[in-house]
């Protein structure tokens, strides 16, 4: 693998940039691999990676149907947080942000972690209310949360309105000043050139359309648009279809998919240096490098497989923008989208083992996928290797839907559903 540098940037540009070689190889499938992952999203590849690095299990596959990140990895709006209520959660998001902290490093490739730091705004007594329990919760988890006044909200987001008839007032809000955002494609880019340096084969166009099973039900291989390919054990991270998938493997999953559109204006001179989320309007936006504003909302109101938005919603998150930004009421759109997120009824992940023996899952993440990429894929990584769930990953087991253990993370995942 090319070590990337700032001496390597600076000798390739003096050659004309002839020297640059592939960031991965783009195999053809083998007969047979040790485990095979179905996803070319950042959980997938972070997966195959972990797979490779922590446990030395490299003869992977991983087949994506598409492109490297062309589903949820490339839909989202970038925010990395660990702001949640519960202990297993804040231990869960906790330790993916701390994997991300030394993400760039460890896989050499930039992926622009920002920790810009996020700040939560409470419109009423109520909202406030509820931040100081959230903000009490966290610190007893170790993770850092403060509360902020109203004037240190304002001094932060000047672009809010904080005229005294605003329609959303500011009572106050907390931060967490370690979250912030990371390019999306860089996260998947930088795991799939890391994996494929350590052997892991990434197909893409590959689409699993079955799965090979013997005679006691334990998986034994896919069939896909290629062939068919052997394995003992399958890991799925197909965030979006994970019903669709399940029900290819033979179980089902208590899972909704729902639109989440995300917006992107046109590029402005710096307004905002933070994330902020508003507990009123459930708006959230930050503005990128390229001085974009990237904001989103509400999740759409229907059951949808759908990458696109309605109207209602486009109209709803727009709005809340105008309402309590209006200096940028009239600022233009440039870009808009959605992504498919899979919604589980306590707002908690799915990890590990399913009904299909051999086959593994990582799904249910909602909102909340993205920033936990890193942890995901470690975690799924453990579960395969070892063939027990790590400690961290215990309580989000399909069976906590039997035993009733779950872990209601509604409000912390920051939109209600």
């Not at 949640?84 to 972690?113: C, Q, T, W």
């Not at 600022?331 to 799915?350: K, Y």
């Amino acid at each position: 693998m090319t070590k990337y540098s700032a001496f390597k940037v600076f000798l390739e540009g003096l050659g004309g940039q002839q020297g640059w070689s592939p960031a991965w190889r783009s195999p053809q499938p083998k007969r047979r691999y040790d485990v095979i992952i179905i996803g070319g999203g950042g959980h997938g590849l972070a997966t195959a990676y972990y797979l490779a690095k922590v446990h030395g299990v490299r003869n992977v596959a991983v087949l994506e149907r598409g492109w490297l990140g062309g589903g949820n990895t490339g839909r989202n709006t970038t925010v990395i947080r660990s702001n949640y209520y519960y202990p297993a959660s804040a231990r869960l998001y906790d330790f993916s942000l701390k994997l991300y902290e030394g993400l760039s490093r460890e896989l050499n490739y930039n992926v622009m972690f920002s920790q810009r730091g996020m700040v939560m705004v409470a419109h009423s007594r109520h909202d406030l209310e509820g931040a100081q329990r959230w903000v009490g919760a966290m610190q007893l988890n170790g993770v850092d949360a403060e509360m902020i006044s109203a004037d240190e909200v304002k001094r932060r987001l000047p672009v809010l309105d904080a005229s005294p008839g605003a329609r959303y007032p500011i009572w106050g809000g907390f931060m967490q000043k370690r979250a912030g955002t990371a390019r999306h494609d860089a996260v998947a880019w930088g795991y799939a050139r890391a994996a494929d340096a350590l052997g892991v084969d990434i197909i893409q166009n590959c689409e699993v359309r079955g799965f090979l099973k013997n005679q006691t039900g334990r998986v034994t291989g896919v069939e896909t648009n290629l062939g068919v390919i052997e394995t003992d054990k399958v890991g799925m991270a197909v965030a979006g279809h994970s019903s669709v998938m399940a029900q290819l493997a033979g179980f089902e999953l208590p899972i909704t998919s729902y639109a989440l559109q995300a917006f992107v204006s046109e590029p402005l001179k710096p307004v905002i240096d933070t994330v902020m989320l508003s507990l009123a309007t459930g708006l959230y936006i930050s503005q990128s490098d390229k001085g974009g504003l990237v904001f989103g909302g509400a999740l759409d109101h229907y059951a949808s497989y759908a990458q696109r938005g309605n109207s209602p919603t486009i109209r709803q998150v727009a709005g809340a923008l105008a309402d309590q930004m209006p200096s940028l009421g009239r600022v233009r759109l440039a870009r808009h989208w959605a992504g498919i997120v899979d919604v589980v009824q306590d707002s908690s992940p799915i990890l590990g083992e399913t009904p299909t023996p051999g086959v593994y899952i990582n799904c249910g993440w909602g909102t909340g996928g993205f920033k936990a990429i890193p942890a995901g894929g470690y975690l799924l990584a453990h579960h395969l290797a070892t063939g027990q769930a790590h400690d961290i990953a215990a309580p989000f087991g399909l069976n906590r839907f039997f035993t009733g253990a779950l872990i209601d993370e509604a409000a912390a995942s920051g939109i209600a559903h």
